[in-house]
């Protein structure tokens, strides 16, 4: 693995690249304050989040990155819950060598909140403390099934076909419909599991949810995600009462549409005791 680092002009925002298992992945670093590290999720790049990106730089220092076949980093030979976590601690550990002064607060959304847990509850003492958006949910019952696969393939396939006016942004995803179902599918299992990670983290969690992730409407599928979703959290309070948990009337959508509010969120998180970093 190595890293090419540059100064980013005026501003104080710095840009490096980590090459990490055949992939090369952009990372930015700005702002000042508290270290924070945000790991987008499934189909969302840092161009995507820039307005939550933003807001945070006010108070605490940035690094965001894209994961493999996402943005502004290369394709991959293939995605896969293990290689997204391997980005996520390729980046954590290059950062840590270019000057984190400390474990950072790490924010995950959707698929990145899974990722920043499984990384927590594999590095004790590696983060100060986990914000979790809209993910890492140890939902009862996995999202899918075989009854609603033919909707899901379809809902995916034309995300693939709306991507295509996106090649070469910064907001591409180069991942196929057959790739994020089977991505999806592995990260139900992934779920079903969940629990047993969260009783090894060793920092403060919080968690910022969506109150409709699926949507508000009162038929269709949507209904019966939806109350998964709350039960799976339910579920998580149940048995880690320390998580805290602040609700937005939203949907899955939520940092695109509640940026401020969710920077809000996490603007309120007390400092957790200081340690030196590992």
Same mark, same amino acid.
């Not at 993910?135 to 019952?141: K, L, Q, T, Y």
């Given at each position: 693995?190595?890293?090419?680092?540059?100064?980013?002009?005026?501003?104080?925002?710095?840009?490096?690249?980590?090459?990490?298992?055949?992939?090369?992945?952009?990372?930015?670093r700005g702002g000042r304050g508290r270290p924070l590290v945000l790991c987008p999720g499934l189909s969302s790049t840092q161009a995507d989040l820039h307005e939550l990106i933003e807001l945070l730089r006010r108070d605490h220092d940035v690094v965001t990155f894209d994961l493999r076949g996402h943005g502004l980093s290369s394709a991959a030979g293939r995605y896969s819950f293990e290689a997204f976590l391997g980005d996520l601690a390729a980046v954590l550990a290059e950062t840590r060598r270019h000057g984190l002064p400390s474990p950072p607060v790490l924010v995950g959304y959707s698929l990145g909140a899974d990722l920043a847990v499984h990384h927590a509850s594999e590095h004790p003492g590696a983060v100060a403390e986990l914000v979790l958006i809209d993910g890492a949910n140890p939902v009862p019952e996995p999202f899918v099934t075989e009854a609603d696969l033919a909707e899901f393939r379809a809902m995916w396939e034309d995300l693939a076909a709306a991507q295509e006016a996106l090649r070469g942004t910064a907001r591409q995803v180069s991942l196929t419909a057959h790739d994020i179902l089977d991505l999806n599918v592995e990260i139900d299992a992934v779920r079903s599991a969940i629990l047993d990670r969260y009783r090894k983290i060793?920092?403060?969690?919080?968690?910022?949810?969506?109150?409709?992730?699926?949507?508000?409407?009162?038929?269709?599928?949507?209904?019966?995600f939806n109350r998964n979703w709350r039960a799976g959290?339910?579920? $998580?309070?149940?048995?880690?009462?320390? *998580?805290? /948990?602040?609700? $937005?009337?939203?949907?899955?959508?939520? *940092?695109? /549409?509640?940026a401020p509010q969710i920077a809000r969120i996490i603007r309120r998180l007390p400092a957790p005791a200081r340690r030196p970093a590992p």
């Amino acid at each position: 693995m190595t890293t090419n680092i540059h100064a980013a002009g005026r501003d104080d925002r710095r840009h490096f690249t980590v090459h990490h298992d055949g992939v090369t992945i952009p990372v930015s670093r700005g702002g000042r304050g508290r270290p924070l590290v945000l790991c987008p999720g499934l189909s969302s790049t840092q161009a995507d989040l820039h307005e939550l990106i933003e807001l945070l730089r006010r108070d605490h220092d940035v690094v965001t990155f894209d994961l493999r076949g996402h943005g502004l980093s290369s394709a991959a030979g293939r995605y896969s819950f293990e290689a997204f976590l391997g980005d996520l601690a390729a980046v954590l550990a290059e950062t840590r060598r270019h000057g984190l002064p400390s474990p950072p607060v790490l924010v995950g959304y959707s698929l990145g909140a899974d990722l920043a847990v499984h990384h927590a509850s594999e590095h004790p003492g590696a983060v100060a403390e986990l914000v979790l958006i809209d993910g890492a949910n140890p939902v009862p019952e996995p999202f899918v099934t075989e009854a609603d696969l033919a909707e899901f393939r379809a809902m995916w396939e034309d995300l693939a076909a709306a991507q295509e006016a996106l090649r070469g942004t910064a907001r591409q995803v180069s991942l196929t419909a057959h790739d994020i179902l089977d991505l999806n599918v592995e990260i139900d299992a992934v779920r079903s599991a969940i629990l047993d990670r969260y009783r090894k983290i060793d920092c403060p969690i919080s968690m910022i949810m969506s109150t409709s992730m699926a949507g508000d409407d009162d038929e269709g599928p949507a209904p019966r995600f939806n109350r998964n979703w709350r039960a799976g959290v339910e579920r $998580l309070v149940r048995e880690q009462p320390r *998580v805290s /948990t602040s609700w $937005l009337d939203a949907d899955h959508r939520l *940092v695109f /549409t509640h940026a401020p509010q969710i920077a809000r969120i996490i603007r309120r998180l007390p400092a957790p005791a200081r340690r030196p970093a590992p």
